[in-house]
């Protein structure tokens, strides 16, 4: 009898301890997303604003140099 109880309790501690593996994984998981969250989100907001910047400077470029062309020869 006290083998069979001996046995529960193992299984029990058993699903208790996978449990609470889950919950260290999820824990863990938030913290790790959550950091490259907090380094991504700056990191593409820079970039968004270079490649934004380098797209608006090529028509302005041959503006400029359409314009700088004109005064030359013109």
Sequence with gaps: MIEI?????????????IGLAFKITWGAAKIVAT?????A????????????GFVLLLPVALIAGAVGLLKAFG
């Design 5 to 17: 109880l001996f046995s529960i309790l193992a299984i029990w501690l058993f699903f208790k301890a």
């Design 41 to 52: 989100v700056p990191a593409f907001i820079l970039l968004a604003i270079f490649v934004g």
């Design 35 to 39: 950091v490259l969250l907090a380094i």
